[in-house]
Structures are given as structure tokens and as C-alpha cells.
T-cell receptor, first 110, second 112 residues
């Protein structure tokens, strides 16, 4: 059965303390792996799309990577404004539905 | 840049009433998706439309229906509302698939 799992569920960091969020997937026919940031009560905000193993994308303090089994979201020197829930989602097979991984709730303390 | 527009942003209904949620996709996007997000949960896919035709169906209750119109906007119609329907409802749009899905700000539905 297709599955997407994120870890950890919650992560507390001090400002400037770099870390990585993990997204493991067992999905047949992966067509894309997406990362979103979601603030409470708001819509998911698009961060990255990764299509094939070995691909990397960067944006400010964030870097997303993809292997055949997992994706990582690396956060370098985070700031309090990076606090949010980070969602990964897989697009698989012939369908259009995104399957989400549960999210990681990130809290960055000043 | 233009984003996905959803209306209304908040909606309060009584049990057994009906509700209509509207979604205006990003200009030139031809695919619209609807998701439901309960408290502390992931968005769950409901249904999608490509070029005004239903393209995929997820865990959408039979009490719900949706359509996409000629101007590409979409409406989610919900009837016989239940307490469990209280959630955030997101619309997303993309330029075909597997292109990135951009989410709107959501409609918070509260059923009393």
C-alpha cells in the first residue's frame, strides 16, 4: 500500500540550529514529491517540487533533496519566522491526488 | 502574482443544511482540486477536475458534489451537513498534472 510518513512529528530548534526533516515514501509510480509550509488556519504554501532521485532544490534557508525512498528538507540557521508545519506529499500513478505524510511541526525559539 | 481565491472564508451552518463553497483558480490553470482538512490532520483529497470534467475522485461523501464551470471556477456543494463535516476546505489549482498544486486560503466550515 502506498504510504508517506514524516518524521519527527514535532521539532524544537534554537535560532541558528540547523536540522533536517524526513519524508519517507513507498509509492508506486511516483510522479512528484512536493514540500509545503502551512501556518495555522492557512492554506499550504508551496515550497518545492522534486521529480527524480538525486534532484535538489534550494530557496533561502531551505534545501530539499530526493532519493528513491525518502526526501529531506534541510533548514540552515533557522529563524523564528520559519516556525510552521512542513508537509510533504506524493503524487503517484495516474491520479491527481496528493498523499500527505502527516507533517512536521517546527518551532524555532529565539 | 495571482493566487487561488476561495469564498466564503468562513461559513457557519446548522446540521442538515446545505453549503456551497466557491473556488477561483489561478489564471490559465486548467485543473482544480478540493481537499478537506480536519483539526490536526493532513489535507484529504476529495475530487478534481480537468478542463471541466471530473478527473479523479477521492474520499468524497455522496452528500457532496462538485463541478467546474466554463470559466474554470469550481463549486463544492455539500448537503445534509453533519457535525463531522466541520473542517477547513481547500481548493488548489495547477496547470495540468503532474504540475505543482497551489492551494487557496481555505474555507472554514463550522456545522452546529
Amino acid at each position: 500500500e502506498d504510504q508517506v510518513t514524516q518524521s519527527p512529528e514535532a521539532l524544537r530548534l534554537q535560532e541558528g540550529e540547523s536540522s533536517s526533516l524526513n519524508c519517507s515514501y513507498t509509492v508506486s509510480g511516483l510522479r512528484g514529491l512536493f514540500w509545503y509550509r502551512q501556518d495555522p488556519g492557512k492554506g499550504p504554501e508551496f515550497l518545492f517540487t522534486l521529480y527524480s532521485a538525486g534532484e535538489e532544490k534550494e530557496k533561502e534557508r531551505l534545501k530539499a533533496t530526493l532519493t528513491k525512498k525518502e526526501s529531506f528538507l534541510h533548514i540552515t540557521a533557522p529563524k523564528p519566522e520559519d516556525s510552521a508545519t512542513y508537509l510533504c506529499a506524493a503524487l503517484r500513478g495516474a491520479g491527481n491526488m496528493l498523499t500527505f505524510g502527516g507533517g512536521t511541526r517546527l518551532m524555532v525559539k529565539p | 502574482a495571482a493566487g487561488v481565491i476561495q469564498s466564503p472564508r468562513h461559513l457557519i451552518k446548522e446540521k442538515r443544511e446545505t453549503a456551497t463553497l466557491k473556488c477561483y483558480p489561478i489564471p490559465r490553470h486548467d485543473t482544480v482540486y478540493w481537499y478537506q482538512q480536519g483539526p490536526g490532520q493532513d489535507p484529504q483529497f476529495l475530487i478534481s477536475f480537468y478542463e471541466k470534467m471530473q478527473s479523479d475522485k477521492g474520499s468524497i461523501p455522496d452528500r457532496f458534489s462538485a463541478q467546474q464551470f466554463s470559466d474554470y471556477h469550481s463549486e463544492l456543494n455539500m448537503s445534509s451537513l453533519e457535525l463531522g463535516d466541520s473542517a477547513l476546505y481547500f481548493c488548489a489549482s495547477s496547470l495540468s498534472t503532474p504540475d505543482t498544486q497551489y492551494f487557496g486560503p481555505g474555507t472554514r466550515l463550522t456545522v452546529l
